[in-house]
């Protein structure tokens, strides 16, 4: 543990010229009394450090000093292709990989370009989780799922089906994080499954290693896997009659997007109205039912007629709640009210 700790000293002197005892003493969580002392046994190994006294001073390397010792690790290097995931990444457990991996590429820029992180930090920012979605705590597998993909590791684990568990043999390609929830794909036999994280239930990582597939694409796989199961929900079909808006409207209240694609398309139209006229795929009835209300009078339900009898009912039934002449309590505060909304969010 010292080792690293020196050498992560050296290479913090390297890449940030100066620096205060306090501050490397946080920045290591460490002492400043250890401090010292790392320095003192650094300086007893050849390493040109010494200190600068006064309120600017710190410990600094001599001469600009600079070692090629970055001793990256392979879990450093492959951790730091998630460096713009730190969530996700210490969530696997890679969080001090990815620490320890660009503070070892920091250390290796010239001095012209120590600013890059920072610069890119200001300017850009990932931010994966869906609106409305709040970060949850990790599945309590994900961590050791992880370690096996890393390791071509053969696992077992018991994974909950409905109100049923069973056991699986699984040989983990990879890991997927989608709208915050994590999925593993593996091989079972000759199949490529994909299982929610959090439902495993247990664990057992084996000694046994496993070739993958060197074609094997895990993102083609993942996004014809999507596509695929999107495509399985959308078990019926409804005709609508659109205005313009209705039309433009209905791609944020599907879930499938490419299916509003695919209708728009084929649509026909627009009439004298300027109205189109389109077959989308949908889950349920039920399901178009509650989207095409947000929808109100830009559209026209055509076909099938028990839809098209529901959102009628509906219509009845919100023109009579309006014609009662009762007065909205807010009724006298709806410029107020607008302006709060507008004002309240991106």
């Known amino acids: 543990m010292r080792a690293a700790r020196l050498i992560s000293l050296l290479l913090l002197l390297q890449s940030r010229e100066v620096m205060t005892a306090a501050e ?15 320095v003192v046994a650094l300086s007893a190994a050849g390493v040109p450090v010494y200190a600068d006294r006064g309120p600017t001073g710190g410990y600094r390397l001599l001469g600009g000093y600079r070692t090629r010792l970055t001793g990256m690790t392979r879990d450093e290097a492959e951790a730091l292709f998630l460096a713009g995931l ?24 010239p001095p012209s370009l120590r600013d890059a992180p920072a610069r890119t930090g200001q300017r850009f920012h990932l931010d994966v989780p869906g609106w409305y979605h ?11 799922l992880a370690g096996a993909v890393w390791r071509d590791r053969v696992v077992t684990l018991r994974y909950r089906r409905g109100e049923h568990e069973v056991t699986r043999r699984i040989r983990p390609y990879g890991l997927v994080l989608k709208s915050g929830t994590w999925y593993l794909v593996g091989r ?30 895990l993102a083609a796989y993942w996004q ?21 808006v209705g039309l433009r409207v209905l791609r944020h209240l599907v879930d499938a997007p490419f299916g509003y694609d695919e209708a728009v398309a084929a649509a026909s139209g627009p009439d004298e ?4 006229t389109i ?35 509906a219509a009845a039934r919100t023109v009579a709640l309006y014609a009662t002449g009762r007065q909205s309590p807010t009724d006298g505060d709806s410029g107020r009210g607008r302006a709060a909304v507008e004002d309240s969010g991106p």
């Open 279 to 313: 077959r989308l795929p949908v889950e349920s009835v039920d399901v178009a039912y509650a989207q095409l209300l947000g929808l109100g009078p830009e559209v026209e339900v055509c076909d099938p007629p028990e839809l098209r009898a529901r959102l009628a009912e």
């Open 188 to 217: 079972v036999g000759e199949d490529v499954r994909t299982y929610r994280v959090d439902r495993v239930t247990a664990v057992t990582t084996e000694e046994e290693t496993f070739e993958r597939e060197p074609d094997f694409d």
């Open 224 to 244: 014809r896997q999507a596509a695929s199961f999107l495509r399985s929900m959308l078990r019926a079909e409804v005709t609508l009659r659109l205005s313009p």
């Open 134 to 144: 709040h970060r949850t705590a990790p599945p309590t597998w994900l961590t050791e």
């Open 24 to 38: 490397l003493a946080r920045e290591l969580e460490v002492s400043e009394r250890t401090v010292y002392r790392d």
């Open 273 to 276: 109205q300027g109205w189109s």
């Open 86 to 109: 730190p969530g996700p990444a210490g969530e696997m457990g890679l969080a001090d990989a990815v620490a320890a991996a660009e503070l070892k590429v920091l250390a290796a820029l």
